[in-house]
Nanobody, 117 residues
Framework: QVQLVESGGGSVQAGESLRLSCVGS????????LAWFRQAPGQEREEVAH???????TCADSVKGRCTISKYSAGNSLHLLLTSLKPEDSAMYYC???????????WGQGTQVIVST
């Protein structure tokens, strides 16, 4: 069983950057595909980025060029750096873990990001 706790959200101005963190416990995150999702009120949940066990990374088209996903084995943590933030990036951001990148049974509680103009 994996427990995930996110941090790093907050209120920022458009154009600024934000680094979100997710710390895992219970199991090493190296065994999992790890991802960041987001969900804004009234909208469907969207995958923002994922990083596979071998380190291969993918960012969604909506954040491509502004997104860096990384993981650190020593800290058993996952991070997401988003730059040039836009109001449409405002959402609750969740980290997730799964044995494959098609199914994520483990989720954190989320961290809120608000981007204002």
């Amino acid at each position: 069983q994996v427990q995930l706790v996110e941090s790093g959200g907050g209120s920022v101005q458009a154009g600024e950057s934000l680094r979100l963190s997710c710390v895992g416990s219970g199991e090493t995150l190296r065994r999992f595909c790890l991802a960041w999702f987001r969900q804004a009120p009234g909208q469907e949940r969207e995958e923002v980025a994922h990083i596979q066990r071998d380190g291969r990374r993918t960012c969604a088209d909506s954040v491509k060029g502004r997104c860096t996903i990384s993981k650190y084995s020593a800290g058993n943590s996952l991070h997401l750096l988003l730059t040039s933030l836009k109001p449409e990036d405002s959402a609750m951001y969740y980290c997730a873990a799964g044995r494959s990148c098609d199914d994520y049974p483990y989720w954190g509680q989320g961290t809120q990001v608000i981007v204002s103009t």
